[in-house]
Structure formats: C-alpha cells, structure tokens
C-alpha cells in the first residue's frame, strides 16, 4: 500500500487523478485525502477537466469496510464526493472492473461517467447491513428515476454498463483503451460548465400507492433484514428534500444502520467469508491440478456432485454397479443441466459440451486416469470401504480419494489402503450442484498439499469450503444434532411442534427442524440413531418420536408424511396422531407438560448449537469460529444477517448464552455437557478473539 494511493498528472489540458490502493482501490482515509487534495490541484492547475482513473484491476470497490470498526476519520466520503461535484472543471470518471458502493458514489459525484464494455456498477451496501452512505440514495435517484434506483439500492445487484448507460448512469462505453476513450471524452466537454445534479427534491415521484406497493416488496423480500427497508426509506427521502437536506437524511440513516448487529454480523460475514479459504493448514501448500475426477455412485449425491464439476469446467467418469445404473446417474446429472438451461443460467451448446465431458462406466478400472476420486455411495461403512479398496487397486497411489460421508470416520474407510497422506474427506451438501458448502474433512495423515487441493477443487466449483476435524457430523451436522435434540425436548414438553418451527422461522432460519427433517427425509437421522444405540449413555434423555414416527413409514414429504401431513406434497399441514404420539411419549417419560415463548425456544436452540460450537472449537475439529459460521451460513439455511451461531453468540452476548445453556442443562440433569470454553469466552469477550 502506498501513503499516496492518489496523484495528479497532467497531459495537455487535462488533469489525470489515478487512484492506486490495491488490491482494490478502497476509499481508506489517505485515499479520500488525496481525492480532496486533488480537486484542489486541479482547481489551481490550467487544466479545463480532470479524468478520474484507478490502478490495478477494478475501479473504486468501495467505503473501506475494515475502517468502520475506527472511530470518525476524517474527511467523511460524502463530503469529498461533494467536493468533487463542486469542482468549477468537468470530472469524468473512467470506470473498468467494478465502481461498487462508496466508489459507484465517488463516480455520481464526477459531472459525466464513462466506462469498459465488461464494466459493472452497484451499490451492494445492503449485503453489509448499511445504505449508501456517500450520496448513493440521493443522486441515482436524481438519475435513473425512482424505480430502478430502489432495485439497485435495494438488492444490491450491480448493473452491466450496457444497462448502465440505457438508465442514463453513464455517458459513453469506451471500445478500446479506456483512458485514451475518457480523455477523448473529456476533451469533448471540458469547455462547458460541468452540469451539476438537480438540487431540488428528485422527480417525477412515484405516487403514494406505488411506493407503498414497492416498500411492501422491498419488506417481503428483505426477510427480517432491516437494511433494504433503510435503503428504501432514504431513496423517498430524496423525492421530499432538496439534495442536501436529502444527505443528512441519509447520513444518519447511515450511521444507525452502521451501528446495528446486523451490519456488524453482515460484515463479519463477509470477511470471513474470505477468511475460511486460507486456514493455517494448508498455508504455503501448493494444490495439486485435477484434471479428471471419478465419481462413484450417481445417485442423487453423486449426480449433484459430478454435476458441480462439470460446470467448473472437470471431466468425470462416473462409476456405477452396472452399466443400467450408470445411465440413471447420467440421465440425473443431464436433469441437472437441463434444469440451468431452463433457469438461463447456460445455453444448449455449454450443455452438449459438458454432457460430452461425461464418461459412464461399470467397472473401476475407468477411474484409472484420474487425479482425484470422489465416492458418494449408501452411508454404510463396509460398503464404503469397499468402494475404497477397490479405488485403491485401480488408482495411481498418489490419486486423492475423498469421501462424502455425512458422519462417518474417513480414517477408517480408508484403514489399510496405500498412502493414507491422500485421503480426505469431502461433504457436499444435497443438491450438491445448488448448495455452496464444502467440509473439508482432514483425516489423521491428510498432507497439507492434498487438503490444499480440496481447498481449491471447492473454488473451482464456485463453493465454500470449510475445513473440519473428524468426529460424527463433522461440524454441521454434529452442530445440528444438538439443535435438533433440544427442539426434540422442547417438543416432547411442550407436547408441539408447530411453535418450535414457527419460533425458528422467525429467527430467520428458512425452516423449523421439524419441518425441515420432513424435506431432507428421516431415514438417515433413524439409520444414524440405530448406529448409535449401543454407545448411547443411558443418562442422556432420549426421545422416541422420531422412531415412532419412521415406524410407522412416515418418511417425510417424499413419502407424503412425517412430522406434518402433505397433501399437495409441500404443504406441512398439522396432524393429530403425531400429536397424539408425542403425549404418548412424553406421558410414558413422565413429562410434565411445560410451554415456552418463541424467545425462549429461540435461546434454548441457539444455546444448544453454539454450545456444541465450543465444545468443537475446544476439541481442534474447527479451527476457528468463524468456520462454524461459514458451515452453518453456507450449508444450513443461518441467516446471514445473524453472522453464524458463533458471531450470534458474540452479538447477544456470551454471557447470556451461557446462562441458557445451564438453564437447558438444569432441566435434563445428565444430558448436556456445558462447555468450558464457553464459560471461559461468558467471562473474557466472545469469541471473536479466537478468530486470530
Ligand atoms: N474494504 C476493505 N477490504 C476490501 C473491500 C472493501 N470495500 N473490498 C474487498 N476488500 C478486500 C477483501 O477482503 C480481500 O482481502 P484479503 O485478500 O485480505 O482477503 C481483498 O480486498 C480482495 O477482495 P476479493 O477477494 O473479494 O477479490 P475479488 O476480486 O474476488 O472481488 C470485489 C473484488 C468484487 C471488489 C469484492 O471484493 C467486493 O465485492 N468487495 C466489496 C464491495 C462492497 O461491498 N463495496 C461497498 C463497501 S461499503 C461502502 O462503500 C459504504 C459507502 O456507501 C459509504
């Protein structure tokens, strides 16, 4: 980083400011030093207007999000955009990679925009939990119209410069080298006063009954999130005030949304987004190249996987039991395809192409040329491990073979085999060619190269990969036991289970527990308890419903019930003789029956999960908390704007945590383990600190 990302140069009579803050030219303090300093410069220089240019790969990607953790550091953004805007000499913003946020409204300040075909412009503040803080919400409006104004702000979507320069965002799209197209244009205008954006309220207005039409979409689609809802709030502003009445508005509109535990956990979110790629293990590994990778087994997991690779551009060979089997597995991944042409998401001929990437087999001598193997069989260890031996045989002994068990030890589906530095464990979620995450499971003697390579695979792919220790579950799905059990509870007391998904939903969580065993299907969860029934302490309340339930060949939505009746095959309509098996239970228990509001069903799950997140912090089997928050962000539906479990924790405070997690415990003596570590973060601070 240089201390003056900004100089000013001069060629002929224009001002040439470059902006050069890699790796993406964010508006740090030094850097809206320099643009004010600048304005000054060109003021006093000869020249007739100024281009404004970025270094490096992107134009201006916005507000520095790591600076709003500092106090005030002056001079604010919307104060050097104004400066800008107030400048007697034409600025033209010359925009190639992405102009996003605070950098989209250094450029509405700039008098005219140009931009590289392959440009995109967007104002994403809304994904961070804030507005446009820096005349966002006022000037596009006064630009575009109100409409597209509120679906840009509002979604955070950023928009192509094709479309850009059809709302009237920008002048001109520079074919060729942009600068010498911006300065051609600014040699065009430079000596006409620079046209400043209407001061007075932005019009035409919508009408009463549209904005209230646009704030009720605007609501619906925000889900519990409150910044689309302030987004929208400050672009109306700006159909009532004048343009600098509208910026105060905006400002402090800003600074609320800023301060709140939604933007915190939404920034948090996004670091850690990135964070999660680069964990201590597998730095300064070099992954290998995959060039082919076989998949065995083309069921619904293995078609989804083999799906996802294809789509990163991989070859796979695809091995099932029989040559039949093969093509049901092919027909799926074609489904799949098929299902993105649709969606427009790729056109026939990608389709032909990948489908043409595709070899079938019957046999496991076809996984011989590949670099990397990845089994997706029935969750049973000896069928697994056969699967194993047999990639073993036909493979090279550095070929990686990664498992895609949900639960089981990877260390022992491999217990034998040649090199064990190349095994790991790889745990898509289902459909694997929808969901983003990736566990990136080290086994005992995973090398860092190998684990690299997993890392890499899952980008490739487009995925969030996580990396986790081995125990049962791994950490999603160990994680969603614990939450599972405690709602199991909550529903035997409360003799429920419509409030426990209700109180869940309003969390923020897509779907209630119950409601979403139903969608994933119960058998897995039955087969798992029937696996663990001899280990099970006996001290541990265990709940029968579930059992009863899969008894009685009630599998879910597939099988047109479970805990709910479907009789449209979607709808959860409430049953009475699940309620009438629960008080069976719960009377055979000896349950006294008990209620609990939402906010305390809501506290007593988060107390579980996150109890079982320390408990795996404590353990080594995720490395750091924010892993966990990627997991349950990117695999299991956990509201972004919450931040993940771990950060929710932090947010609402560790403290209280831990006094419902001892509320839990005391009513089921013998069935919780209260965390140390969570005592321990209750007293020093959270768990953010771990986070390094
Ligand atoms: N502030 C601080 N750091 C930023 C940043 C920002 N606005 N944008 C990106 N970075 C960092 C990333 O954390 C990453 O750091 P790392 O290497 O240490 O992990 C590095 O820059 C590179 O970022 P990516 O890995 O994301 O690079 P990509 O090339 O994949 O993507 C991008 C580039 C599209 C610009 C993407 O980084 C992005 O979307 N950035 C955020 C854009 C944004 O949200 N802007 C609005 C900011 S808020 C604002 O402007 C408020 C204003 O209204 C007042």
Known sequence: MTDTPVTVAFDGDLALVTVDNPPVNALRQAVRVGLVDAVKAVEESPAKAAVLLCAGRTFIAGADIREFDMGPLLPHLTDVVGTIEMCSKPWIAAIHGTALGGGLEVALGCHYRVASPSAKMGLPEVHLGILPGAGGTQRLPRIVGAAPAVEMITTGAPVSAAKAKAMGLLAEIVEGDLTEGAKAFARSVMDAAPPRIDRAPARPAPTEAEWGAMRKAVEKAAKGQMSPVGCFDAIREAFRLDLDKGLEAERAGFMILKNSDQSKALRHAFFAERAVAKPKAIEGASPRAIN?????????????????????????????????AAAAGVGRVEANLASAVKRGIMGEDAKAKLMGMLTPASDYAAAAGADLAIEAVFEEMPIKQKVFAALDEAMGAEAILATNTSYLNPDEIARGLRNPARVIGLHFFSPAHVMKLVEIVQAKETSAEVLATGFDLAKKMRKVGVLSGVCDGFIGNRMLSAYRRVCDYMMEDMRAIEPIDAAMRAFGLPMGPFQLMDLAGLQIGWATRKRLA?????????????????????????????????????TPLSDPWVLDVIEKAAEAAGRKKRSFTADEIQRRAMAAMINEGAKILDEGIAARPLDIDMVKLFGYGFPRWRGGPMMHADLVGCDQVLADMEAVAADDPGSWVVSPLLRKVAKDGGFGKLNG
């Open 292 to 324: 082919r990778v076989a998949v065995v087994g083309g069921g619904l997991m293995g078609s989804g996987i083999a799906t996802s690779l294809l789509q990163a551009g991989i070859p796979v060979t695809m091995i099932e039991t029989s040559d039949e």
């Open 534 to 570: 001899p280990t099970r302490d006996p001290k541990v309340r265990y709940v029968t419903v579930a059992d009863a339930i899969c008894e009685a060949g009630r599998f879910g939505q597939k099988t047109g019930a479970g805990w709910y009746r479907y009789e449209d095959g979607r």
